[in-house]
Structure formats: structure tokens, C-alpha cells
Nanobody, 114 residues
Framework: QVQLVESGGGLVQPGGSLRLSCAAS??????MGWYRQAPGKQRELVASITYDDITNYADSVKGRFTISRDNAKKTVFLQMNNLKPEDTAVYYC??????????WGQGTQVTVSS
């Protein structure tokens, strides 16, 4: 069983930065990443990273967000720069095990507003 604990959300002004962290318990994971869900919208992939550091980003965040991973500590980070109001959402940590089981964190609120 894997548990994901997120931290780092909050309120930031447009153009600001935030760093999200997600720590996983249990076994090493095949991939980890972040999804987000804004009010009235579907949950969408923000960024993901595999065990061997292959990354994938949503077009809307390319060049502004960077995902990284510490395999030894089973932690994934999302550095978010130049934040925009449309980045406002609940951000969920996601993990995929080598057995192809999906795990989700509880979510952390990110609000971009002046």
C-alpha cells in the first residue's frame, strides 16, 4: 500500500512561484506526477516523471513548471514559476506502481490572485 502526502500549496500573486512536494510511503514507484482540477473542470495532467526521469508536461505549463524526483526518498517536486490565475486549482499528487496500481494524494490548493 502506498500513501502520498502533499505539501506546498497556498496563495501567490500572478508571476510568483510555488513549490509542491509529495512524499510516498511504501515501494519505489514506476512514475509520479501532478494533476489539477479547477472548479467546474475535469482533472487534468500537469506533469509526470518516470523512475528513469522521463518527463511529460501539459502544454499550458511548459517552460514555467519543472517536475523532479528523488527516488531514494520517494519524493516528487513541482516547481511552479510565473504562475497565472488560470493555474488556480486543487493539485493532486499521483503515483503509478510497477504493478500498474494508481494512487492519489488528498490534494493541495493553489490560488493565484492579486
Amino acid at each position: 500500500q502506498v500513501q502520498l502526502v502533499e505539501s506546498g500549496g497556498g496563495l501567490v500573486q500572478p508571476g510568483g512561484s510555488l513549490r509542491l512536494s509529495c512524499a510516498a510511503s511504501g515501494s519505489i514507484l514506476r512514475a509520479m506526477g501532478w494533476y489539477r482540477q479547477a472548479p467546474g473542470k475535469q482533472r487534468e495532467l500537469v506533469a509526470s516523471i518516470t523512475y528513469d526521469d522521463i518527463t511529460n508536461y501539459a502544454d499550458s505549463v511548459k517552460g514555467r513548471f519543472t517536475i523532479s524526483r528523488d527516488n531514494a526518498k520517494k519524493t516528487v517536486f513541482l516547481q511552479m514559476n510565473n504562475l497565472k490565475p488560470e493555474d488556480t486549482a486543487v493539485y493532486y499528487c499521483h503515483a503509478l506502481s510497477f504493478g500498474k496500481v494508481n494512487y492519489w494524494g488528498q490534494g493541495t490548493q493553489v490560488t493565484v490572485s492579486s
